[in-house]
């Protein structure tokens, strides 16, 4: 019996998963039956792509750049030897102030000071027999000849006399100007070759520092200009400088050109090497300006899609100086222009857009506060 109730319960649970298909395909053919049928030849409903735009306006825009650099002495001197000798004193290390005229290091002078009394003693025999033969000429006991011989030996015992003693002040070297000596490179008891460098001396009154200036900026600069310097090892303090050079060629590769500007007076702990970043403010242009995301970029270069009635089309443009979240157009664009500044994806040269109001002031072209270079 129970075997008999099993097999009765599972027919029943057949027939009603039977019943439960047979509904639901009834109920789908009645949806579809009920369903409107297409039109024979109907083509599906194009959406429309929505665009925001904005007009490309003349602004007058004051750039600001914070550029890197480096400290540099305006003048550094080598402190070269002009005669060879053996080295006796050298009493300067680096780090020490020196003032023009202080004597610095000194070689071994006898040998020089014997060579210069030498030469002394034989510019005064031949003065004297110069003297001698001019007195015998008059009295025709001594030819012009002889007295043009003699007045020729004693010019050359003076230059003889003058050479040695230019080389014994040599043994004496005196710093050529006021500075902090950078390098020592001799110790007492060498024997210095001719010409070797011994000490570099810098000028701490003024410093210098290169920096790199985009070539759409170069026009708006000149010299004498001031500079806002900060320098990180003094706590990020700010001193004035100007701009002291501007460097005629422009590099290729990077589009910058090179510019020179001074630190005097130069503030306490500020030294040759340190760090330095330098703010210059260009002077106020008529630009025109439209939204950085306006601008599109591919193989064939930068472009924009210009818009007009209601169809927009597809315009090469050169940009330049890039300012907040604005750029300028050098060409390709007129003032008033409407301009894509939303709504890329999917579009393409000519198509037809719908122009839809911006809610927020994403791309004001008023000016704003000026932006810094990397």
Known sequence: MAYVHIKFMLLN????????????LSSCMLISACSEPA???????ASTHLVETANAQYQNISAS?????????????????QTEGLLIELAIYPGDRVKKGQTLARLNDSLLKAEVQKATATLRQASVDLKRLKDLAPRKMASESEVAQAQTRKDIAAA??????????????????????SERLAEPGDVIPLHSHLLTIIDTSSLKAEIYLSELLLPLIRQNNPVKITIDALAGQQFTGKIKRIFPSIDETTRRGTIEVILS?????????????????TQNKSRLMIPYDAVRHDKQGEYVYVLHNNQVQRVKISSGLQHKQLIEIIYGLKEQQEVISKGFFGLKDKMKVKKVETTKNDHSLSVTAPQKES
């Open 13 to 24: 649970r057949f027939f009603y998963s039977l019943s439960s298909i047979a509904i639901l």
């Open 39 to 45: 039109q024979p030849g109907s083509k599906p409903r």
């Open 65 to 81: 750049r914070t550029l890197t650099g480096t400290l540099q002495a305006i003048r550094e001197v080598k402190i070269i030897n």
């Open 160 to 181: 003889e006399l003058q050479l040695k003693q230019t080389e014994y002040q040599h043994t004496q070297i005196k710093a050529p100007i006021n500075g902090i000596i």
């Open 265 to 281: 007076p130069v503030p306490d702990q500020a030294r040759a090497g340190q760090l330095c970043r330098v703010t210059i403010e």
